[in-house]
Structure formats: structure tokens, C-alpha cells
């Protein structure tokens, strides 16, 4: 789990990133969860936007993803999921 500090620091370091992957009408799949787990172990904090179209609760949207990923909530806010994995190999985030 992630304490209120870290996920603060998160939150920082992810306001200036664009999301990359956009949750629609399908809602979450396995081939999803197999790419957002890629791209959180290639950059460990990443933005995904629930489109309006999506028949999901951001809230179902974002817990899938979290247990499908193994990756941390940072935040949901409005319609965009804020997530972060730290990564294997390309580690650079040090959370305080």
C-alpha cells in the first residue's frame, strides 16, 4: 500500500503526464490489462481515461485495472485514473 505522503508525490509527478489509454464501450480486457502492465513497467506512473461511452463506474474500471496490473491507485479524478507500478528494470521513480 501507498501512504498519503507517497501518493501526494505521485500525484505531482503524474499532473503534467497525458493519458495514454482510454477505457470505452468494451470496458477492461485482458488484452488491455496485458498492455497497461507493459506500459507501467516501461514508465511506472500512468494516466487512463474512462470515455463517456464506457458502461462501467470509473470505480469497477479502476479496480479491474488494479487488480489485473498489480499496480497501485494513485487517484481517480473526474474521469481519468491515475496509476503507478514500480518497474522491474527501468526504475526511476524513488518514492519519499
Not at 24 to 52: C, F, P, T, Y
Not at 65 to 83: E, F, W
Request: charged share 25%.
Amino acid at each position: 500500500m501507498l501512504t498519503g505522503k507517497q501518493k501526494r508525490f505521485l500525484r505531482s509527478k503524474a499532473n503534467p503526464i497525458q493519458p495514454i489509454f482510454q477505457v470505452g464501450k468494451g470496458g477492461v480486457n485482458s488484452n488491455m490489462v496485458k498492455q497497461i502492465s507493459d506500459a507501467l513497467e516501461a514508465r511506472e506512473l500512468i494516466k487512463v481515461s474512462i470515455l463517456q461511452n464506457c458502461e462501467e463506474s470509473k470505480e469497477d474500471v479502476a479496480e479491474a485495472l488494479v487488480k489485473g496490473a498489480k499496480a497501485h491507485l494513485v487517484q481517480v479524478i473526474g474521469n481519468v485514473i491515475v496509476l503507478y507500478k514500480e518497474s522491474k528494470e527501468n526504475k526511476e521513480i524513488i518514492l519519499p
